[in-house]
């Protein structure tokens, strides 16, 4: 939680800064209020629809409740912010899924190149070993020059094994090898990176849908996760993204990195609100360290800070 509000801290110059400022000047409950706060959720990349819609809650909840203080407001707005992500799910599917009798549990990460993918497969891998669990990763993103070598890397850093292939290898391969592995070796988790080129779009879609099948031919119930990894400082671009991939990819979730940076946030708010999708996972930085469980109370009550 420290770590989290730690990097929420920098996402408050974005997001939490605005609405910071905006309760600063603060002065009555008026239809003045509700347009500028609307007018604040857009710019902060909660999305067109995402901020009408708030807006018009907090109006009703607000007239609801008699709020007419400052803090008042406040605490409806968290409230509502909570409830806006919560009604678009429950809380279980926002946990990552671990199937203790089954092995591996096998995790796929998609998304553009430079969203993050390998960093947070590091990441996590040093969570689950830490655990005690045993991981096995997969470099199966053989297009990025340097992707393979830097997997390999954090492999090394945590002590865990990386399966690869020879330089430019079908994707595919180095996933049935390694899932071959982490069956063979009993593994708690394999964790598969891909190649995230944009500008194949179709290529790339297929190769995904060829890795999917080659993991199922070996173990049939897998992957337990398919992971969209967006760039947080993107803002609605990453919620253009979430739309591509979840039209060609099932997706079980997503995960949002570099909100340690200038991030607007809001559009953590949007996707849940458009996509349904729950965001599993926060990158707050570049060390191993700097992942944690997304927590919509935490983030919500985050941003006043
Ligand atoms: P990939 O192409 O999707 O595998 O992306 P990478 O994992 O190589 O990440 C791209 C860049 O973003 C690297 O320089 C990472 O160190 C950086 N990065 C990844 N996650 C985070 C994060 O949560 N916060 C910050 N500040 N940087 C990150």
Redesign the pocket.
């Known amino acids: 939680t420290e770590l989290y509000e730690k990097g929420l801290a920098k996402t408050n110059q974005g997001f939490g800064a605005r609405l910071n400022a905006f309760f600063a000047k603060f002065r009555s409950v008026d239809e003045d209020f509700f347009d500028d706060l609307e007018e604040l959720l857009i710019e902060s990349d909660v999305g067109y629809e995402t901020a009408e819609e708030l807006t018009e809650q907090l109006r009703d909840e607000a007239k609801l409740q008699n709020a007419k203080s400052r803090d008042d407001l406040k605490r409806v707005i968290v409230q509502k912010l909570v409830d806006l992500y919560d009604q678009n799910g429950n809380e279980d599917d926002e946990k990552l899924i671990y199937h203790a009798e089954e092995h591996p549990n096998i995790y796929l990460f998609v998304?553009?190149?430079?969203?993050?993918?390998?960093?947070?497969i590091?990441k996590l891998a040093k969570r689950f070993n830490d655990q005690g669990k045993k991981v096995i990763l997969a470099a199966a993103?053989t297009f990025?020059a340097g992707?393979v070598e830097?997997l390999v890397e954090w492999g090394r850093r945590v002590g865990v094994t990386v399966v690869t292939g020879a330089e430019k290898a079908d994707p595919a391969s180095v996933v049935y090898d390694a899932t071959k592995k982490a069956i063979e070796e009993q593994a708690d988790y394999l964790l598969v990176?891909t190649a995230?080129r944009l500008q194949n779009k179709k290529n790339l879609m297929m190769e995904l849908e060829k890795i999917e099948r080659t993991i199922q031919k070996l173990a049939p119930n897998e992957p337990t996760e398919t992971l969209l990894?967006l760039?947080g400082s993107t803002g609605q671009n990453a919620l253009l993204q979430a739309k591509d991939f979840d039209k060609t990819t099932k997706l079980t979730g997503l995960v949002l990195?570099?909100?340690?940076?200038s991030s607007k946030g809001g559009v953590v708010l949007a996707i849940r609100n458009e996509m349904k999708l729950p965001v599993k996972l926060?990158?707050?930085?570049?060390k191993p360290e700097?992942?944690a469980d997304f927590d919509a109370a935490n983030y919500a009550i985050g941003l006043f800070r």
């Open positions: 998304g553009v190149n430079g969203a993050g993918k390998t960093t947070t590091g993103d990025r992707a830097q990176d995230g990894v760039d990195t570099k909100i340690d940076g926060v990158g707050l930085g570049e700097d992942l």
